[in-house]
DNA sequence: CGCATAACATACAGTTTGTATGTAAATGAG
DNA sequence: CTCATTTACATACAAACTGTATGTTATGCG
């Protein structure tokens, strides 16, 4: 039976304190914002000196980058869990459109990926982040479409980054108060749009 | 003949001080950031104290609102000026778009309206700006594309706020290198996707 | 066991922001 | 025109924050 804290590895304080620093960092910066925190409020939060964020981070910056990666993964990972590929092409998109929506309505979430992100890290970075984690589901659904259904043929990348941009514009819109329905409707037709096949049962059937 | 700077009238002092001050802000805020960007640097370019920049704005974040606002101002006119209403609706859309992008060249303007001004004063903030100069022009485009050509029916604000979040997020990755040909191309897709009828002449006429 | 290094804590210097206070110029009532 | 009031600034100040430099304690390892 060893003491409370008694002695632990060199590695094993690195990941405790950086898991802290980053646990800490991310609660305030999704309930204020970025520039509203400041670093003596988070290492007081997660029970630590200025001493230990500047020993594990270059700066504060370095630190809100490490947050906003850990949460790009959570959401992505959410995203890929809801849209399995035994769903057909059409089917996996809209059930991942609706998971991202889910995914973001996570308070603060917003902020930190598509407000505070892109302004503190630049558009590069965020881009950079994305392709590795969210994106990659979305290119590769909208591959699939487009093979399979014959989804109009389109620079892959920009359909990408164009779709990817109001999913999180409708993000936004939903947690600012807006109608849910309307923006997964327009999502919806924005993307049924590109299949020169009429979607199916998009015009709603007579019964009813 | 009276003395240069000799007696002038306080609407013209704060007028021109006011000008000043913006005009170098928003001269730094695009160079730089908002974030990188001090008060003294500002006042030291527009050749005024800090007492000035705090009497005539409530604080740095109402100056940089006032930037933003011409800013914004400036791109709205350009776009209207670009989409006649002689045009049929689809080709309003069209001109629009390419006119937006073209004013969105404009150095450092992606960074204030895209980047930086939403994190700084907030998408509600950002809305409201928007609605009042830029978005207008589109969603009257759009409704009068869905009127005339029969554009599918759909919640117009929502499909407003997605198109123009298409529109800036194409704005961006032109500015950072990306093929302006591919993204036009996707945003033309993506309102044509909108129109039950095929487009008139999306598959480009043999002819001319 | 003892030296090198990693993981912190503490102290410090430089900036920045907003405010409070002071001053000169313009405005307007009489 | 005069003078009191308000406006348009300039200057001084207090608080806070960031990054760095320096000091201390705990591991790693030969």
Do not use: C, W
Not at 76 to 88: F, K, N, W
Not at 112 to 137: F, K, Q, Y
Not at 172 to 198: F, H, K, N, Q, T
């Amino acid at each position: 039976m060893q003491m409370e804290s008694g002695r632990r590895s060199n590695r094993d304080r690195t990941e405790a304190t950086r898991a802290d620093l980053i646990r800490a960092a991310r609660r305030l910066f999704t309930e204020k914002s970025y520039a509203e925190t400041g670093t003596p409020e988070i290492v007081a939060a997660a029970g630590v000196t200025r001493g230990a964020l500047y020993h594990h981070f270059a700066d504060k910056q370095a630190l809100f980058a490490a947050v906003v990666e850990q949460e790009a993964e959570i959401v992505a990972a959410q995203v890929d869990r809801a849209s399995p590929s035994s769903l057909s092409a059409r089917d996996a998109l809209i059930a991942g459109s609706d998971a991202y929506l889910m995914a973001m309505g996570e308070a603060g979430r917003t902020r930190l990926l598509l407000l505070d992100g892109p302004a503190v890290l630049g558009r590069a970075t965020m881009d950079e982040i994305d392709n590795r984690h969210g994106n990659r589901s979305l290119r590769e659904g909208l591959v699939a479409a487009m093979r399979a259904q014959s989804m109009t043929r389109l620079p892959v990348d920009a359909l990408t980054a164009l779709l990817a941009a109001a999913f999180d514009r409708a993000a936004l819109a939903i947690e600012a108060g807006a109608s849910r329905e309307d923006y997964r409707a327009v999502l919806i037709a924005l993307m049924d749009g590109l299949s020169p096949a009429p979607p199916p049962s998009t015009r709603r059937a007579p019964s009813r």
